[in-house]
Structures are given as C-alpha cells and as structure tokens.
C-alpha cells in the first residue's frame, strides 16, 4: 500500500506556481521522498527526489518540512504540457516503488 | 542514449494466446521492472530483476513469466493470455551502484506496450 496520501486534483493557471502538496506521516528515516509524473498513455518520467534537504531542478523544486511527515512539489511556472498524474512515493534505496492514485493535475490556459 | 525501450506499442491477443513482451536499456542498469496499470489505476509491479540471472516476483505476478540473460534485455512472458491481462505494461531500469541521481535508484520507464486480450 502507499504511504502517502495525495489530492485526487488539482487546477492551476498557466505561468502560476503550481504547489502540489503529499503528506508521508509514516516515513522512515531512510526513506526518500520521490515525485514522479505520466502525462497521459506515457510511462511515467522522473521528476526530483529527496532525504531531508530542500531540492531542486531544471524540472521542479521539492520542500520538505523539518519533521519530513509532508513535503510540496513546486513546479515555478506551470505550462499547458505540465497537465500530468502526479505520484509522491515514499521509499528507501532498492525498495520497490509503489504508486497510489497521484494527483491529477490539470493547467489551464 | 535510447534508455528504455519497449516493444511492441500496441497488441491485440486471443484468449489463450501467448506472446513475449520486450524489454531493453542501455543504460547499464542492474535493476529491471515490469509493471502494469489497469485504466484509472496506479502502476503495479507485476516482477524485477536486480541482476542477470536473478528475477523476483512482485504484487501481481501470476500469469506472467520473465528471464533475465542479460543486463540489457528484461522480456516478459504471457503463457496463456485471459481478458483479466488487458493492460498497459511498462518496463523500467535503474542503478543501485554509482553517484548523484543515479546513484540513489532513480527508476527511468519505457513508452509502455499497450496489450488487448479479447
């Protein structure tokens, strides 16, 4: 089962800061947090993941709260091709991903 | 770099049919999935492999057969396809062994075949 817990949607206009929110209450200390997307019918593509520290990408940024039972993905300036499922999953190294329901999130012009 | 490669895109099959789905990455990864995922669903692991040779099984492997010879090449068997097997089915590849990104399993997925069995 996952461990985290997403919103099923979610809508943001185009150029905007889309914050897309995962609550992991549950996580270990050596779990990373990992965010992938599918646009749609694709496979799914890798987008930034972490331990503890805030990161970021060409692609994202991810903030992670200082107790780690939540964290937000941060995509600066939302574009039309950014409408995607959205999975937070939570894991330690060579554990198997497990993907929930994700968030769908859909950016509108 | 192609990164993961998968073939065929699209199948139909009988019931009963069998068919081998392929899978391949040059990337050097030692890890290798496959997954399906049902319309509106997550993804779910069907099996992995952590090294030529070695394969596993993982939430929904019955009905499903898979070899690993080499490090580039992960196939996925149907033996006797049932509706219940309509799916997409994507492979994807990762590292448990170097720096940086790939150093830490960061899992990369192929284009997924998209399988009917009628």
């Known amino acids: 089962d996952a461990k985290t817990t997403q919103p099923t949607s979610m809508d943001c206009a185009e150029g905007r800061a889309a914050n897309l929110p995962c609550n992991h209450s549950?996580?270990?200390?050596?779990?990373?947090v990992y965010w992938y997307r599918q646009i749609h019918s694709q496979g799914p593509q890798y987008i930034i993941h972490?331990?503890?520290n805030n990161e970021t990408n060409e692609m994202a940024s991810l903030i992670i709260t200082e107790d780690r039972k939540s964290s937000t993905l941060i995509l600066p300036h939302a574009t039309l091709r950014d409408t995607a499922v959205y999975y937070c999953i939570v894991r330690a190294l060579a554990q198997k991903l497990v993907f929930g329901q994700g968030t769908r999130l859909t950016i509108n012009p | 770099n192609a990164g993961v490669t998968q073939t065929p895109k699209f199948r139909i099959l009988k019931i009963g049919q069998s068919m081998t789905l392929q899978c391949a990455q040059d990337?050097?990864?030692?890890?290798m999935y496959w997954y399906r995922q049902d319309p509106g669903m997550g993804l779910k692991l069907i099996y992995y492999s952590v090294g030529a040779g070695i394969t596993d099984k993982g939430e929904v492997p019955n009905g499903y057969n898979v070899s690993r010879s080499t490090t580039e090449d992960f196939p996925l068997r149907l033996e006797l396809a049932a509706p219940s097997q309509t799916s997409v089915y994507f492979c994807a590849s990762s590292s448990t062994t170097g720096t940086g990104k790939q150093g830490t399993d960061t899992q990369y997925f192929g284009p997924g075949t998209r399988l009917t069995v009628l």
């Open positions: 972490g331990l503890k």
């Open positions: 549950t996580i270990s200390g050596n779990e990373y």
């Open positions: 990337m050097n990864h030692n890890y």
